[in-house]
């Protein structure tokens, strides 16, 4: 039979020592941590006015409510009953255009904005510190400033309508996109950069041709991507005035149109998806032709 | 010497004409891939211009509105609280602990749920789907919607606004919880089993020491952009800063805005460096994974 070797006790007594100690040291670390978040979790309970009484009598309106907005369809009537639900298909779609438009206008104006900006935050691309700094900056700006308080300032500037969710999705575009892209562009081979600037090539030949085309395929997907986000975006923009069919949704929540409230929920998740789901397939494509 | 043409070369530049003919796709770039950018261009310009058509836009309008956006921002300096400080700082303590409620429930009641949608964990098919597409349904509905319909149950208050945070985190987190699941390596389980553990055992001893890390971070990055949505959740009357932040520019009181976007450009900055700090420690690298 054969056993195992282990050390003799003498050599042993001080690594398992060792294991002990190190054992202990993270169980205290791990209590430790647990204990703050107990106790943040007790203060933000506190701060955030968390009333759990409340909740359990409440907690049945919440299931009422999405009660209360499921249609009534019944068998015999269906499509009457789908009709009345969508009483109002195509004002509905008609403001879900405009939201999606919104969002469109919104990214592809930020894109283009973060597109200009990258180039400034990189490290690899620009020397001078304070020129980058301020790229940087602006876009941490962009980006940490929520999107709908710039619309609920620029409702108040262009007055209601699309203009200023448009503007409000550019700006936090450009925030979030031209971040993004700064860490691509700071992440391509500078060899084709090294080669264009020793053969004499200006800031924006160089950019062109030996930064431009490593990139592109990644800027476009960030881009998709980031254009779902705003679609999701976009529909809340209209709780604040900034056009689309988030006006009509919370007038229809504020006033307990149920029917109504479930029907435009319907509508926009169904969008979300369908967007969703292109833009998977498009970002699918991207990669592939990339992998040529 | 070597000269600068290699050989190989030099007689490829000779038999040029014969290896264009021979080789005609190697010479030209297959057409649609030459149409592809510039008809893209083209028909992005085109959506543009008719979407700005359709929301009329003018240049004057444009102009005027950004002359009165150029008033505005003259007026929001200096910054300045007015005699309201106080409130704003409470506001700001109730923002914090949305977003950190909410972001702590969601990840508590999502871990379960996300390993009903896990493949490799829960290999019924019809509750994968199922899962997936209640968690998907979640995420459908902005924040912003939730907090409507929580202030119909618990009312006005900070409160709607954490179970806003949670409900719709919770859609997220069980969608990025169940894919984290799906991408562990499937070996320690193995492992734990063949030694005579239950699967139970093979998930706690081979799967969670692999994924915790993973969720953590993702956790600590959606902590990072929960506090940005708690900022604006008062604007529907959910509870924390946005409340104040949506009165005073609806009384037009723009140093007080000024200092409230302030505020929260500072609160943010702070999440992100501290949420970074930890998730370095905790994971070793700054990487952002969601």
């Known amino acids: 039979m054969r056993t195992v070797a282990t050390l003799p006790p003498a050599q042993l007594a001080p690594l398992a020592h060792v294991y002990t100690a190190a054992v202990a040291a993270k169980r205290r670390w791990m209590i430790g941590g647990i204990g703050l978040l107990i106790a943040l979790s007790l203060l933000s309970g506190w701060a955030g006015q968390v009333d759990l009484a409340k909740f359990w009598k409440g907690l049945p309106r919440f299931a009422s409510y999405f009660y209360d907005i499921l249609p009534r369809l019944r068998m015999e009537t269906f499509f009457a009953d789908l009709r009345e639900w969508f009483w109002n298909l195509d004002g509905w779609l008609a403001l879900l255009w405009d939201t999606l438009l919104i969002a469109y206008l919104g990214t592809l104006s930020g894109a283009v904005a973060g597109f200009l900006l990258c180039f400034l935050a990189s490290a690899n691309l620009t020397r001078s510190t304070s020129l980058r700094f301020a790229a940087r900056r602006t876009l941490e700006f962009c980006r940490t400033v929520p999107e709908i308080v710039f619309a609920l300032m620029f409702v108040y500037a262009f007055g209601f309508g699309p203009m200023p969710g448009v503007l409000a999705i550019a700006i936090h575009t450009t925030g979030a996109l031209g971040k993004q892209f700064s860490e691509v562009v700071e992440n391509v081979n500078m060899q084709p950069v090294e080669g264009l600037t020793a053969a004499g090539a200006t800031y924006v030949e160089t950019v062109r041709f030996g930064v431009v085309p490593q990139v592109v395929s990644n800027f476009v997907s960030y881009t998709l991507l980031r254009f779902e986000i705003n679609v999701r975006g976009a529909t809340v923009l209209g709780f604040v005035g900034a056009g689309g069919i988030g006006k009509e949704l919370i007038s229809t929540i504020r006033q307990f149109y149920y029917a109504d409230v479930s029907a435009i929920l319907v509508i926009i998740i169904g969008t979300v998806f369908l967007i969703d789901w292109l833009t998977e397939i498009l970002r699918h494509k991207l990669l592939s032709l990339d992998g040529r | ?290």
């Open chain 2, 1 to 290: 010497m070597n000269s600068p043409v290699s050989p190989l070369r030099a007689r490829a530049d000779a038999d040029r004409a014969n290896l264009k003919r021979r080789y005609p796709a190697s010479f030209r770039a297959p057409l649609l891939a030459r149409l592809l950018p510039p008809v893209t261009v083209a028909l992005a310009t085109a959506l543009a211009v008719y979407a700005l058509w359709r929301f009329g836009f003018s240049p004057e309008k444009f102009i005027d509105g950004l002359g009165k956006l150029g008033i505005v921002v003259g007026l929001m300096i200096p910054p300045s609280p007015g005699n309201q400080l106080w409130n704003y700082v409470g506001a700001l303590g109730e923002t914090l602990s949305i977003a950190f409620l909410g972001t702590l429930g969601a990840a508590i009641l999502a871990l379960p749920v996300s390993m009903l949608a896990a493949k490799n964990v829960v290999a019924n098919r019809i509750i994968h789907i199922a899962s997936r597409r209640f968690l998907d349904t979640i995420r459908g509905v902005d924040t912003l919607i939730w907090a409507l319909i929580w202030i119909n149950v618990v009312g006005l208050g900070p409160f709607a606004g954490i179970l806003a945070i949670l409900t719709s985190d919770f859609g997220t987190f069980g969608k990025l919880f169940s894919e984290a699941i799906e991408a562990a390596d499937k070996k320690p389980v193995d492992g734990v089993l063949s030694a005579g553990g239950s699967d139970l055992q093979g998930f706690r001893f081979g799967v969670l020491p692999q994924v915790l890390p993973v969720l953590l971070s993702q956790v600590l990055y959606y902590f990072e952009s929960n506090t940005r949505s708690a900022t604006i959740i008062g604007i529907v009357g959910a509870g924390g800063i946005g409340l104040y932040l949506a009165n005073e520019i609806a009384q037009a009181e723009w140093p007080q805005v000024a200092f409230l976007i302030l505020m929260i450009l500072v609160t943010v900055s702070t999440i992100d460096w501290l949420s970074g700090k930890i998730r370095f420690a905790v994971i070793g690298t700054q990487g952002r994974t969601a």
